[in-house]
């Protein structure tokens, strides 16, 4: 490997995640659209078409009744603030939601939903079981639910207080 390889490949990864964010955001923002207006215009890109698609299939087959989307959430306990991305009733329950485009799940996605809840708690919401992630396949149109366990704030504060620490590092190194 030479390292005109290497950073040819660097190039070509960021060129590709950046395109990955780009429909990740455009298909968040149509779903926010949705959520507060109704409005169902859809978009000429395939794979926005695709994780709408996803979307409202999962809307409609879980009869998903929006209460809100896009609220923003602080935890004045723990000093963080965030912004989730639905709540809804599900089954006659009302549930926090949060949406992922990516390829697969992360376990990470189960700390941030989980202070999403904390926080919203805190501020006095109640809800009547654990969040959910809603994962929208950009490839397929397909959606897949992963129903938390439990509730998991401590590693989403110690992972909050690592990266406070290495902004210091920076800012001092």
Not at 46 to 67: C, P, S, Y
Request: aromatic letters at 10%.
């Amino acid at each position: 490997l030479t390292e005109e390889i290497i950073s040819e490949s660097k190039k070509a990864y960021n060129v590709v995640r950046e395109a990955a964010a780009d429909i990740g955001s455009r298909t968040h923002a149509w779903c926010e659209a949705y959520i507060k207006t109704g409005e169902r215009t859809l978009p000429d890109d395939e794979k926005v078409l695709n994780g709408i698609t996803a979307f409202l299939k999962w809307v409609d087959e879980h009869k998903v009744k929006f209460i809100s989307s896009e609220r923003m959430v602080y935890s004045r306990k723990h000093h963080y603030i965030g912004t989730l991305d639905a709540e809804a009733i599900i089954d006659d329950k009302k549930v926090l939601i949060d949406f992922k485009t990516s390829s697969g799940y992360r376990n990470e996605y189960a700390l941030q939903v989980s202070a999403y809840q904390v926080a919203a708690e805190e501020e006095g919401s109640r809800y009547e079981t654990l969040p959910i992630i809603v994962r929208f396949d950009k490839l397929t149109g397909s959606f897949s639910i992963t129903k938390l366990g439990s509730i998991e704030i401590e590693p989403f504060l110690a992972a909050k207080e690592v990266l406070l620490w290495a902004r210091k590092q920076k800012v001092s190194g």
